[in-house]
């Protein structure tokens, strides 16, 4: 089962925006707005920050916001700060196999 | 305060067995699919295998179906993911998440080794 397609890396300056990009298929982000977004700092529990497109779960600050176009979703975390160095992954509900399909992850350099 | 804790990971040798479980606290588990998660080391997450509320109906990757079984206890509030067969490219960390399309609480994760 193959990965959305998202970059293996992005960066950006503190202050700055950064939009992390998460490319499916009709049978999955493209057919559904189940795509989430996730920010994983390594050797910590992975933090769902965006669900079904674009909703910011409670205390998730509003520097994230996601959209959706066709069979691609996109990530956009404004207001760069430290602490955001981290993975992000984009996951999508699959019809096919009936199942969740995660993106490759993006790691997020802030510079 | 909502709380998954996973444990039951170790190393095995491959074709060797394991059986992770994952204790909730903290929220109606029995409102909530469940769902496990893995990442192998330098890899992103894996979506293995979820449950529905009453255990009526799993899921699970290609590369698990037939070697991998997902349970649940909703009197101990308990998930289960009883490995067989298990192979090299099993090794990662195992984490344990509630629902069953996008996932608001994770484990810490618990970590299976495979190796001669």
């Known amino acids: 089962q193959s990965a959305l397609t998202q970059p293996a890396s992005v960066s950006g300056s503190p202050g700055q925006s950064v939009t992390i990009s998460c490319a499916g298929t009709s049978s999955d982000v493209g057919g559904y707005f189940y795509v989430s977004w996730y920010q994983h700092h390594p050797g910590k529990a992975p933090r769902l920050i965006i669900f079904e497109s674009r909703h910011r779960p409670s205390g998730v600050s509003n520097r994230f916001s996601a959209s959706k176009s066709a069979s691609t979703a996109s990530l956009t975390i404004s207001g760069l700060q430290a602490d955001d160095e981290a993975d992000y992954y984009c996951s999508s509900y699959r019809s096919t196999r009936t199942s969740v399909v995660f993106g490759g992850g993006t790691k997020l350099t802030v510079l | 305060e909502v709380q998954l804790v996973e444990s039951g990971g170790d190393s095995v040798q491959p074709g060797g067995s394991l059986r992770l479980s994952c204790v909730a606290s903290g929220f109606t588990f029995d409102d909530y699919w469940m769902t496990w998660v893995r990442q192998a080391p330098g890899k992103g997450l894996e979506w293995v295998a979820n449950?529905?509320?009453?255990?009526?109906?799993?899921y699970y990757v290609d590369s698990v179906k037939g070697r991998f079984t997902i349970s649940r206890d909703n009197a101990k509030k308990s998930m289960y993911l009883q490995m067989s067969n298990l192979r090299v490219e099993d090794t990662a960390v195992y984490y344990c998440?509630?629902?069953?399309?996008?996932?608001?609480?994770w484990g810490k994760g618990t970590t299976v080794t495979v190796s001669s």
């Open positions: 998440a509630s629902g069953r399309i996008y996932f608001d609480n």
């Open positions: 449950i529905k509320e009453d255990g009526d109906e799993t």
